[in-house]
């Protein structure tokens, strides 16, 4: 079935799926350039991981289903493998950033948990 | 109708996946730090491969599916090894 074949109502739904998981994806990447420092661009672009993926892979689903050329599970081998990498990735960033700001003394980042931190109070005389 | 539907609407999500492949593209120049650069290579290791879904619907193959399959799979791997290499300074130890 060729791309004129496809009823118009599925081709509305498919361009409007695409159209929505390209702006999140922009929106995501608009935060990574734009916010202040790395633990808050971090979050960013997984509104792209996330819903991005998930509306074009649904997009891309229907196509191919409707015009019939394959089974249209394959996208969620995509999305299933999407979903599960991008946290484990960004949790092994974050981390190598944290034990880089840490080892540098960069920033205003936590110490590790478990370590006895010595404080000295800045004003001992006050009751 | 659908054709022409079709048409300009995936045209119109590719310029959107572009401007954010180059909002990324941006973030990765000026880093300012090597973990900005990696986490901005990883996002636009995912925007290009829904570039390339977008691409294979309106091109109406199953090759490109493939194509971003692989692009997935290589992102991940090569975020990882960024982020081992920014925590031990090597990859394989």
């Known amino acids: ?15 409007a799926l695409s159209i929505a998981g390209a702006i999140l994806t922009l929106l995501g990447c608009v935060g ?11 979050h960013a672009p997984t509104l792209g991981t996330s819903f991005g993926t998930i509306f074009i892979v649904m997009a891309s689903m229907l196509y191919f289903f409707v015009s019939g050329q394959r089974p249209a599970v394959h996208e969620l081998l995509i999305l299933a493998f999407v979903l599960v990498t991008t946290p484990v990735t960004l949790m092994l960033l974050a981390r190598a950033a ?10 205003n980042v936590p110490d590790p948990v478990g370590q006895d931190v010595v404080v000295e109070p800045e004003n001992p005389a006050q009751p | 109708m659908s054709e022409i539907i079709l048409h300009w609407g995936l045209t119109a999500a590719q310029m959107i996946i572009a401007l954010a492949m180059a909002f990324a593209a941006y973030r990765i120049v000026i880093g300012p730090r090597a973990q900005d650069r990696v986490l901005a290579l990883d996002a636009f290791y995912v925007a290009a491969m829904l570039m390339l879904m977008l691409f294979g619907i309106r091109v109406g193959s199953a090759i490109y599916f493939e194509v971003a399959l692989i692009i997935g799979i290589l992102g991940f791997v090569g975020t990882v090894a960024l982020a081992k290499f920014l925590m031990r300074g090597e990859v394989i130890e």
Do not use: H
């Not at chain 1, 079935?1 to 361009?15: Q, Y």
């Open chain 1, 1 to 15: 079935m060729d791309a004129a074949d496809i009823p118009v109502w599925v081709a509305i739904i498919v361009v």
């Open chain 1, 32 to 42: 990574l350039a734009r916010f202040k420092d790395f633990y808050s661009r971090v």
């Open chain 1, 98 to 107: 944290l034990y880089r700001d840490r080892a540098e003394a960069n920033g």
